[in-house]
Structure formats: structure tokens, C-alpha cells
């Protein structure tokens, strides 16, 4: 099969698509959720971890996905096109979860924006929505939205974050560079980027102001929490009384938040995942 594949339009899916994956669903049994939120797969790019996030869609159902922003990569795409088979299997099977009976919305971000003017419409049973608000199990009601809405950087200095990106895409090459080397070595995946994020002083700053922001905004709204990507920095904290919640990202720490059945909140870390499945099958065959 040809390694480079067409981008397939939102309202392709039917019944057969499966039969063109490229990678064959995993049959597992399946850990089931109310909700699911992840967002900043950057699909079209490099760095997009797509063989880990189609381990976590084989492995996880819900009653609800929400797709929260920067899902497809058109800043890059614009630039130099890139997309093998394994991102048509991401959104295949996305949209096999809508066709058969789930709740998808997809919140589109700055760098997916020019699906924004498709606000309001649905594509092989996906929502596009500016933003939504989610009423949890338990009661509460949380805002859901990328968050570049407010980034200062995105708002005031649009050209810088165009800047930014070059520097970031950089990065993600050199980060899929370090783990193929790791992967040969037999040793997990590990984020060169994410390390190298926090421990720069000004990201540390800007991650703590923009958590800062987006949870006052939030409860000027009077809303119980919000749910948010952008800054691809998953976080489960409480900031001034509002619930701030961030699923992370799928290029550099592979996470999702998700919604236990009695409205309990957790941030799953993927890459964790799979090392215990491992170990666990590791453990089953020595014994």
C-alpha cells in the first residue's frame, strides 16, 4: 500500500472503510468511559505519534468524543504535504465511532482553523462546534474549547506564532529521530520535547499564566470547570475555585482526559499504558 494516501473528506465513511485500514483493529476488550476528550494530534506532521493514538482508539470506547482542536495540521500541510496511511487510519476511525451511535464534536483549533467556517454542521455524524459545554455525571458543567483564544502570542503577534511553529517543528523531528534510536534499543517512548519545555523558564511561566487565564475566563461564564489543548500540557487542577482541565497532546505526551461513569476525571498517559500492557504480557508468558 502506498505509504502516502489521499485526505479523506469528513462524510466518506461507510460500512467497508475498515477494510482499508492500514493498520487492523486490535481485537481487545475495550475500557469503556462516558466521556473522551483529546485534541493537538497534529495530523500532517511528522511528530504526530498517529500508531500510538490508533493503540488508544482500539483500546478505549465512550459515549461522547470530543475532538478539541488542532486535530489536522494545516499550518504544515500548507508548506510541504505529509500524510501517511496511519493519520487516514486516525480519522477513519473517529468516524466509525460517530457511525456507530457515539457523540462526536470536533472544536477546531489554530492550526485546523479553516474548519471553523463549517461551524454549526456535521460530517458522517461529527459536530463542528466552536465550543460546547458539558454536563459531567455529576452535575457540573464544564466549558469546552482549544484555548488559543487566549494565547497573547496567537491575539497580538500572529506572525510570531507562525515564527514558533518553525522552531517546534524542529523539535518534533529531532524527538521522532531520539525514539526511533530508543525504540531499537528496546526502551519506551520518551518526550524530548516535553522535557526540554519544562525546563525552560519562560514555557514554565507562560503554561502557569495561560492555565491562569483560561480558568478566570471560564468562571466569568459561570461554569463549573473547562476543558482545554492548545499548549499541549495535560493538567487536572483547581485554579480560583473553577476546575481546569487539560487533555495534553499526541505528539509529545500522548494523553487523553477522560470521564469516568460516576463523573470522576482522569488524565490517562499513554505511552504508561502501553509499557504496563507490556509488562503484563511479558509477565503471562514467563509465568
Known sequence: M???TRLPFLGDLDDGAEASFHIPEQERKRRRFRT????DIHLGTRGCNATMLIDFLDSVDSD???LVGDIIDGWR????FYWPAAH??????IMKRAKRGARVVYIPGNHDEIFRQFT????GGVE????AIHATADGRKLLVLHGDEFDTIMLAHRWLAFVGDAAYTMMMRLNVLVNAVRQRMGLPYWSLSKMAKHKVKNAVEFISKFEHVVAHEAGTRGVDGVVCGHIHNAEIREIAGVQYYNDGDWVEGCTA????FDGRMEILHWADEIAARERAEAGRLAA
Open 88 to 93: 487516514n487510519d486516525v480519522l477513519w476511525r
Open 77 to 80: 500541510l500548507k508548506k510541504r
Open 120 to 123: 454549526g454542521m456535521s460530517f
Open 2 to 4: 502506498n505509504s502516502v
Open 128 to 131: 463542528i462546534r466552536r465550543k
Open 257 to 260: 482526559l477522560v470521564e469516568h
Open 36 to 39: 473522551i476528550w483529546i485534541s
Open 64 to 66: 461522547t468524543m470530543y
